[in-house]
């Protein structure tokens, strides 16, 4: 099939809770469409769409795989999604880059948690939606109670477009509940028309007049019509469930086994006939002056282009782009309007999996993929020169999970470096930096299994072998009183010796008063050219720190006296002197350690808030609020010591099957409990002996 025209383009990203079969579903659309010529399974690791050899080994979508294929005339774009929470970029990505979503939900009576969250994601879109419920095949498979569960987690909205003959071994064909006729699967994927089962009549006729009920209150004329008592007729009914589900006013519902081929012709069916073309979309942008702008699906408009997702490895990336309007082509010099650079294009194509299928264009409306981009990275716009539009950023999840990262080997430490740089421009959803404050080099991501996943793919594509730890804590020492010490540094070795003699007060300065020095020597008793040594032994002091090794804050020092030699005081001596008065006099002074505390907000159903604030009572949280959000959930707030927080998502996650979000931010310093104290002090201690043997 050559280029098509935007009314014969279906652009579908494919969501649904991890291992509910989106990606078995995708395989078998395309091969049923004759897009490949097997079937591609994720179990014996033949499919075209999980082809990253950490998927294969984990039995799990990472990335999202985009493949196409072509349906009765109508090119079908599918985006097939990661269900693993930890990969919920990638869905973010998908969802920009279609027009359209199908919701994949198990046969098993209720809605899991991905599903849930998916179609959070689908709304927050405004997608229109197709939820196919799979695996019909298995043993219990129930697809009533399924529906049922999906009506009361999207609303009224979900209506059954079908219905099952048969389930479990013996799902054999549907009922088309349009037509009222029933159909037997055969082989192919395709299906073949039987009459319709006489107990399963008064079943049909009812669950015909719902949807007929659905599709007649979506249009006036149709409903006016219809409560006239004048039948609507099939191509009446089907339209209307198009234009509904483009409003987002009613989600067709269709059984499948995606393995057995059963119902996928008919899936393909409905992807025609109910979701979008991108002529039906108009998406907005903003142009040079800063105005709004509307672009509509125009192939012979100014070029604009998205570039929704990056891929790299070490021979280079790829950049896979959606055509909101306009043609992209081989010999085209689009301007990217981020970097304010014209991009040349090299292998432009089709993406086929990981597959590019080269291609002489791409019109507006269809997903494209081009090699080796200079500059662009993924979110720019691809455009044409003389109209810049600039499309509205990607809304990509907050990192919530942070480890400390370092090279096994020590020789590796600037590669490990390039090669985290790498994948932070593939997934925008992780982040490397150094922690200031401990020197670390820490990565950022949503989850455990994230970071576990980004060490195999460095590893694998750069040879690069790295280790997660948890980061150090921040702390902080600090005095509750005062005290006045003397220090006086004699070092004599035979040639020129070292004298250098202070005397420091120190008192505690309010929470965040940071550091104050005040000479207040009256005399020569210390010239004054040794003064500001005295000053720079006191600062290394603070920076490292006298009780546990951690910096010192919150204090006034006074220089208060001293003495001096004529020919033995020097620089080195008085420093000497400055830093361990300060040590000895912030030992006195009755020391405490200060740690990081973070507001966190917690989102969790109802039924749940008891668990979750067991969860914070147990880490030393103080909960501060608890508000219902209209939806079913409620809101925690509380404050947290950051100490507590690096294993908080594991717990989270576990405890709410899944259905808790949180996010934090750092608060203020608060003194530690001495018991935790005692233990930081004991490490230290422990470690410098160490150290010093």
Known sequence: MSSPTPERIRSVAVL??????????????????????????????????????????????????????????VRINLLDTPGFPDFAGEVVQALAAADAALLVVGASGSVPVGAEFAWERISAA????????????????????????????????????????????????????????????????????????????????????????AAAETDDALLEKYLEGTELTVDEVRGALHTAALRGTLVPILPAASPLLKGVSTILDAINRYLPSPKERVHSG????GKPVEIECDPNGPLVAHVFKTTADPFGRVSYFRVLRGTMRADSHPFNVQKGQEERLSGLGRPMGKQVVGASDIPAGDIGAVTKL???????????????????????????????ISARSKGDEDKIHSALARQSDEDLTFRIDRDPDTGEEVVHGLGDTHLDVTLE?????????????????????????????????????????????????????????????????????????????????????LAQGAVAGFPIVDVRVRLVD????????????????????????????RPVLLEPVVNVRVVVPERLMGDVIGILNSRRGRVAGMNPTGDGRSEVTGQ???????????DLRAVTQGRGRYSMEFSHFEEVPPQVAQQLIDEYRKEHAAQAS
């Open 640 to 650: 947290v010591p950051q100490a507590e927080m690096y294993t908080f998502p594991i």
């Open 126 to 213: 405004q997608l229109p939606a197709l939820v196919v419920v799979t695996k019909m095949d298995k043993e219990n498979a129930t697809y009533e109670a399924t529906v049922d569960a999906l009506r009361e987690q999207l609303g009224r909205r979900a209506i059954a477009v079908a219905v099952p003959l048969g389930s479990a071994e013996g799902f054999r064909g549907f009922v088309d509940l349009i037509d009222d006729r029933a159909y037997e699967f055969d082989a192919r994927g395709g299906s073949e028309e039987v009459p319709l089962p006489e107990e399963m009549r008064a079943e049909v006729e009812r669950a015909h007049s719902a949807l007929v009920d």
């Open 562 to 589: 001293g003495s001096t030699h004529p020919v033995d005081g020097k620089d080195i001596a008085f420093q000497t002197a400055g830093a361990i008065a300060m040590r000895k006099a912030v030992q006195e002074a």
């Open 16 to 73: 649904g809770h991890s291992h509910d079969g989106k990606t078995t579903l995708c395989e078998a659309l395309m091969h049923v469409a004759g897009a490949t010529a097997r079937l591609g399974s994720t179990d014996q690791g033949t499919s075209i769409l999980d082809f990253e050899p950490e998927e294969q080994r984990r039995s799990i979508s990472i990335t999202t795989s985009i493949a196409h294929c072509d349906w009765n005339g």
């Open 374 to 404: 200079g500059v662009t990275s993924t979110g720019d716009s691809l455009c044409a020169k003389d109209t810049p539009v600039t499309l509205p950023p990607l809304a990509i999840p907050a990192a919530a999970y942070t480890m400390a």
């Open 286 to 289: 903003v142009d040079a002056k």
């Open 457 to 541: 793919r460095i590893k694998r594509r750069y040879g690069v072998d790295a280790s997660l730890s948890t980061p150090r804590i921040a702390y902080r020492e600090t005095i509750t009183g005062t005290a006045k010490v003397q220090h006086k540094h004699k070092k004599q070795t035979g040639g020129a010796g070292q004298y250098g003699d202070c005397t420091i007060e120190i008192e505690p300065l309010p929470r965040g008063g940071g550091y104050e020095w005040q000479d207040k020597i009256f005399g020569g008793s210390i010239p004054q050219q040794f003064r500001p040594s005295v000053e720079k032994g006191v600062k290394q002091t």
